[in-house]
């Protein structure tokens, strides 16, 4: 008998986090290509102020391109090209 004890517990506690991991790891319905649309439109920007909203928006574009010119240069100096 406990060895069934301790194959049902077990069988619930995988259970338990197969649905926590399922849970945590649902986008919502969104894709990726509609989150990130989402995010550089600033859709989480106060509505009622457009300077937040452009600020926002040219900040995160900002980020962009400094985070690729950062890739730009860490491949340029990991491979010897400059």
Known sequence: MPEQDNKRE?????RRILDRV???????????I???KG???AEDADAADPIEIWGTRIGR??????????FIWFLSS????A
């Open 10 to 14: 077990s069988g619930t506690e995988s």
């Open 22 to 32: 399922n849970h945590e790891t649902a986008s919502g319905g969104l894709s990726v």
């Open 34 to 36: 509609e989150r990130t």
């Open 39 to 41: 995010h550089f439109s």
């Open 61 to 70: 574009f900002l980020g962009l391109l400094v985070l690729i010119a950062m």
């Open 78 to 81: 990991f491979f010897g090209m």
